[in-house]
């Protein structure tokens, strides 16, 4: 793996960032030094992103040199932090009204949209971290077939629950919002609840298998 860019984020950040491409082993090091930055002194809040992790500190406090320092040698550290093993199966009605843009993906990988409904529903994803709205889990692991471009045009409105294919990824959408991804289904489960004691039900780590409910095509 090559090495990792630490730079400067404003007075008050150090960002850890790892060449593309986001790979398993790269997120089990942003974990990993991610849990050793949270119990750094002066450290304020820790960020896993994708392929890249952001340290807050109080600039009054912490010496930036050490805090890069630290943050190399954590990245460095054999081992990285395992998934954690839990496993949520998300059932999903692919096709028809639930997944309006099945068809383009079928149209764009050169398979049968059952081909493409069986294929994503086989894959063994890994929560890479969670952005864009509470809930919103990014996920690796998906075919290398069934990689398609995110829409030329997002739409203005997307349904809670639908799960699409952006690039190389897959995701559920937790809530009702803009979006650019491909929808192939969507799920009735909530991705984000903040009357429940964890509210969101993905976390990153956790390994996501998707189920059919139904298939529309």
Known sequence: MNAPRIFPFGDAALVCEAPAP????????????????????????????M????IVFDPLEADPAALTNQLQAA????????APGRVVEIPVQYGGEFGPDLEAVARHTGLTPREVVERHAAGDY?????????????MGG??????????????TEVAAG?????????GVYPAVSPGGW???????????????????L??????VRFTIAGMHT
């Open 22 to 49: 986001a790979t398993l082993d790269c997120q089990r090091r942003v974990w990993a030094a991610a849990e050793a930055a949270r119990g750094w002194p002066h450290v304020l809040e820790v960020v896993p992103g």
């Open 51 to 54: 392929n890249n992790l952001t």
């Open 75 to 82: 990245w460095d550290k054999p081992g990285g932090k395992e």
């Open 126 to 138: 890994v929560v890479f971290f969670l952005g864009f709205q509470p809930g919103f889990a990014y």
């Open 142 to 155: 998906l075919e290398a077939a069934l990689h398609t471009p995110r829409r030329a045009s997002p739409r």
């Open 162 to 170: 639908s799960v699409g294919i952006g690039g190389e990824q897959t």
């Open 182 to 200: 491909q929808l192939i289904g969507r799920t009735e489960l909530a991705m984000f609840d903040p009357a429940r004691a964890s509210p969101t």
């Open 202 to 207: 993905l976390q990153p780590g956790d390994r």
